[in-house]
């Protein structure tokens, strides 16, 4: 059974750092794309940051620069990193991991994947 648990997070001043944290159990974190995306009220959910298959970060606009995205293969862990933080970063932030399809060596899409539970991050002004 695969599970994705979340830790991390809270309640912030803007500028403040917090950090996120994803274990994983039941899959290999880098045998597909994993990441990080978040929603606040009322929106889409949107794109944090991703690691692909082939190692390649990708980051969203909102977050460049003041977001981290690394991992710990041996740990099977996954990280956000998060700097300068500011009131529009406010959201639930969840982990995801992208799942081996039935043919060899293909995954789906991170998000088509597996889910970690949620965690708030609220960063008041």
């Known amino acids: 059974q695969v599970q994705l648990v979340q830790s991390g997070g809270g309640s912030v001043e803007a500028g403040e750092y917090l950090e996120l944290s994803c274990a994983a159990s039941?899959?290999?974190?880098?045998?597909?794309?994993r990441g990080w995306y978040r929603q606040a009220p009322g929106n889409e959910r949107e794109l944090v940051a991703t690691i692909t298959r082939d190692r390649r970060i990708v980051y969203g606009d909102s977050v460049k620069g003041r977001f981290t995205i690394s991992e710990d293969n041996e740990k099977n862990m996954l990280y956000l990193q998060m700097n300068s933080l500011k009131s529009e970063d406010t959201a639930v932030y969840y982990c995801a991991a992208g799942r081996r399809k039935a043919s060899a060596g293909r995954c789906t899409a991170v998000d088509e994947g597996y889910w970690g539970q949620g965690t708030q991050v609220t960063v008041s002004t």
């Open positions: 039941g899959l290999t974190f880098n045998r597909c794309g």
